[in-house]
């Protein structure tokens, strides 16, 4: 396939700027080679430096924490995880419920269930179906905070058809948050008015020259486009942005070692916004994708302490790719919200199993029994973070 080559005046009007024109990929390569070299003196020394919270921790810190090097200190690590994490957050986790309202897509990912080359009955929800939907999801727990699901299909799935959705959830839920294809900012601010609250996209993986191999076509095929959506949401003035790497792509030390240092970006450029970090795995689909690295539960464990103390701030995610018995037991160790309940395809909440699932669900438990899970553990399950007062 040929790629079109753009002048910088088209680049910046078709991409906008932002951290793509920033991003060094010869750090690539550094990062993995200073996870490999650290030593327990390093660990040593990040633990302490993290131990006095004298001053933030560096990326370069954090890939100390995420090595070989640190797995005998994982124990450790733990515990200033849910120290901190207690500490600004307070015992409780924040409960999400996703809602698919279409898995028509563009574009052609070699790895997800929803590409364009896949053979199956595509939906996009009518709006009498979004409505149907929210009160199903309504009747199954009390949940507030929403986020809207969609394959990028832009002609049937576009802004006009969005602010629609979200004017009709916004009744039903006081938190909502996107999960569609990146939007100009503009197109941000738009969907803001009619009541967005937040947006959450997926990186997929900061290795430029893989990326391509793994998105061949359509528009998410552009890897500065979608980097630079961040940009573009924190210019918006969105009120919380969701980042995340899927782990499995490539060498998921690469990918989180860039998570950490684009997040840091965001904070010093928009520092109005709130953010929250996902490390989703990858999971059996119909594409039936083969993932390139795996990363095991205990190194997923580590990966979330050394985050936590990376920053103190950030809200972590797990959702319902993570299996019941792991969820429950990084409940009180870093974690502070969760989806529950979760059913990945269009109208599942009101028609189950009608339709293809994105990815197989892991912990298909209900939210009440989830909710009785983070009780037992001694947290408090909380549906309800943001209220319409403050819009």
């Not at 980042?243 to 499995?248: F, I, S, V």
Request: charge should be negative; charged fraction near 30%.
């Amino acid at each position: 396939m040929m790629t079109k080559k753009f002048s910088d005046p088209d680049r910046d009007h078709i991409f906008g700027r932002g951290y793509a024109d920033i991003i060094d990929s010869n750090l690539w390569d550094e990062d993995i080679r200073r996870v490999e070299s650290a030593t327990p003196q390093d660990v040593n020394r990040v633990l302490q430096k993290a131990r006095l919270n004298s001053a933030p921790l560096t990326p370069e810190d954090f890939a100390i924490l995420i090595s070989d090097a640190a797995t005998p200190f994982i124990e450790e690590m733990a515990a200033l995880s849910r120290h901190f994490t207690s500490e600004r957050f307070g015992k409780i986790i924040s409960f999400y419920v996703p809602m698919y309202v279409g898995n028509a897509c563009t574009n052609k990912c070699v790895y997800c269930g929803f590409n364009h080359d896949n053979d199956f009955k595509r939906t996009i929800l009518t709006l009498e179906q979004v409505e149907e939907e929210c009160k199903a999801i309504r009747k199954l727990a009390p949940f507030e905070n929403i986020l809207i699901v969609a394959g990028e299909y832009p002609s049937l799935c576009g802004v006009d058809y969005l602010e629609k959705v979200i004017k009709i959830c916004r009744p039903y839920f006081h938190n909502i948050t996107l999960e569609v294809q990146p939007l100009r900012s503009h197109e941000y601010e738009r969907l803001t008015k009619a009541g967005l609250n937040g947006v959450v996209c997926f990186q997929e993986t900061y290795h430029r020259e893989s990326y391509r191999l793994y998105h061949p076509r359509g528009m998410k095929a552009f890897f500065d486009w979608r980097l630079n959506g961040y940009d573009r949401m924190g210019e918006a003035g969105l009120h919380k942005i969701g980042m995340g790497a899927l782990l499995g792509l490539e060498d998921w030390r690469g990918d989180v070692m860039q998570l950490a240092r684009h997040l840091r970006y965001l904070q010093k450029k928009y520092w109005k916004t709130r953010y929250s970090v996902n490390f989703p795995r990858m999971r059996p689909s119909e594409s039936g994708f083969k993932p390139k690295s795996i990363i095991s539960d205990a190194k997923l464990a580590q990966l979330t302490f050394a985050f936590r103390l990376f920053d103190h701030d950030v809200d972590i995610s797990y959702s319902t790719r993570e299996a019941a018995l792991f969820r429950d037991n990084m409940a009180t160790l870093g974690v502070t919200s969760m989806s529950a309940g979760s059913r990945t395809e269009p109208g599942g909440y009101s028609h189950p199993a009608e339709e293809l699932e994105q990815f197989e669900v892991c912990d298909s438990r209900t939210p009440r029994e989830v909710e009785d899970a983070v009780r037992r553990v001694g947290y408090q399950p909380v549906y309800k973070d943001w209220d319409a007062i403050f819009d």
